[in-house]
């Protein structure tokens, strides 16, 4: 087991080549954008993008590797962030338990609002999609609900539809657009075939879908112990489906799209979640735009944006594929490949002699074989995961670790893993995964948040590294004030926490007529240190002091 220090100190060095900063910006005093209007009315639905996953991967593996180290860029951080480097909400991202906590009933509810169908029988099944070894349904229940349902691959109970449910509510907790999910479990009876029912194969090609063709299809996927079908059902998205959203650039048809996805803070900080549920899946078909309705407002509309199938995240693409390179190099990797071939294969991968767990319902998923700064998920297609820096590393890791270890027992239980053992493993490696990916995050920037100013313009704030106990490094923390033309005021201040949370006295401040000041903190751990840089100002009305702003070196 690695101790606090050790997992500390192999972040740290994984880091170790990270630059500087650019200079520290300045923000206006006005409080904090905490949402975003992207619900203006777009009239008429943007154009459906078709994508096949072929298209994706060529265009990002192997065209735009090729092409884009031609292209004149520099490296940008994100957009789509406010004065504190937050997210505000959007048709992307909704903060959930990054600003508050969640209740256990909420996390066993999350987006679920119709109710589970296993009750709602006969289902009639509309459209089938059989490719490779993947089955899917489109059902409505007995309400007339509408459902995609999947299934559990023959030789691998339990695995893709509990991987399912709990990567997609642990997404929808930290923020995103998932689908409402039930774990159903039915007879093979109460499955029947509608007279149109319409078979959808590769390259497009569909012909009428059979009783004895459903038959067939249901025998080659597993079932439970008495014989039901063992059922994921995911609920028909509100709206109509536009397609994914492209790895690179905006929706041009979408006037509420104007962030190129590349950089938007809330799609590459979702790499530190991704890596830590080993979702290696990440492709175009694997989003959802939706042109919804307001609910408000039905004559206008807007497009909504989801992540989907998460089937095989928590290692099930490594167990289904017995590939143990998925989430440590890509599927096509050319420097891999080369480096192997010039080896002759005799260099080893900690990763290839993974064993596989002889566990009911568990992926290729461990801790001990995990480095976060070195997951990589099937493709490097999609650039917002490509292009992702420390900054996002830490808004998403910061998301992560909010989740409590009862939290996630709860949202373990959800994937109903028939044994106990299971799902103690599970959420012991969950905990573990989550501290190594914190760790490596909070090393690359200076982890302190939560700041606030009171009257006496002294400093408050947490060390995210302390209060979470990934570090014993003795720690201090060096403070300096500025005026807002960068000219240092008074002398700096050192102070030695006693805990996770600091607050340092009345900080000196400028003699700007509001009191703009840029308040310095650097956190040293051993020799040197990295900054962060908090704005302060007099809030004209009250003339109390606030934080209007954050800027992490």
Known sequence: MKTRGSLWLAAVAACASGGRAIPPARFANVPPVFAVNDQQDTREPPRKREVTDGMFYFEGSVYRRLVRPLEVRRDERARGVNSLDEVPDSTWFTNRIGVRDLTLDELRRGPNVVGNPENFTPWVVHEIKHTGESLGFLITDSRGEKFIIKFDRRGFPETETANQMITGRLLWAAGYNTTDDYLAHVRAEDIVVAPDATRYELGGRTHRYTTAELAAALDTVERTRNGRLRVMASHFLDGKPIGGHAAEGVRADDPNDVIPHERRRDLRGALPLFAWLDHVDVKESNTMDMWTQDPHD???????????????????????????????????????????????????????????????????????????????????????????????????????????????????????????????????????????????????????????????????????????????????????????????????????????????????????????????????????????????????KTHGWRVIGIWRE
């Open 298 to 540: 039905p004559a206008r509309h807007f497009v909504v944006h989801y992540f989907l199938d998460f089937g095989k995240s928590l290692g099930g693409m490594s167990l289904l594929a017995a590939d143990p390179r998925r989430g440590n190099e890509y599927s096509v990797d050319p420097p891999k490949m080369y480096g192997s071939f010039v080896t002759l294969g005799l260099r080893p991968r900690t990763f290839e002699h993974r064993p596989y767990p002889d566990l009911r319902g568990i992926g290729l998923y461990d801790s001990v074989h995990y480095a976060p700064e070195q997951w990589r998920p099937s493709s490097p297609a999609y650039l917002p995961f490509l292009v992702a820096d420390r900054y996002d590393w830490f808004w998403g890791a910061k998301i992560m670790m909010r989740f409590t270890p009862d939290q996630l027992r709860a949202v373990v239980d959800l994937g109903e893993l028939s044994d106990p053992s299971s799902r103690a493993f599970l959420v012991n490696t969950l905990i573990a995964r989550q501290r190594q990916t914190a760790a490596y995050a909070f090393s690359c920037v200076n982890p302190l948040d939560n700041f606030a100013i009171d009257d006496r313009a002294a400093l408050c704030f947490d060390d995210l590294a302390l209060s979470y106990q990934l570090t014993s490094a003795q720690t201090r923390y060096l403070v300096r004030s500025f005026d807002p033309r960068g000219g240092p005021i008074g002398a700096s201040q050192i102070y030695e926490p006693t805990s996770g949370h600091t607050c340092t006295g009345p900080v000196d401040v400028s003699r700007d007529p509001v009191g703009y000041t840029i308040v310095e903190i650097e956190t040293r751990r051993g020799r040197g240190g990295l900054r962060a840089y908090v704005h302060v100002a007099r809030d004209p």
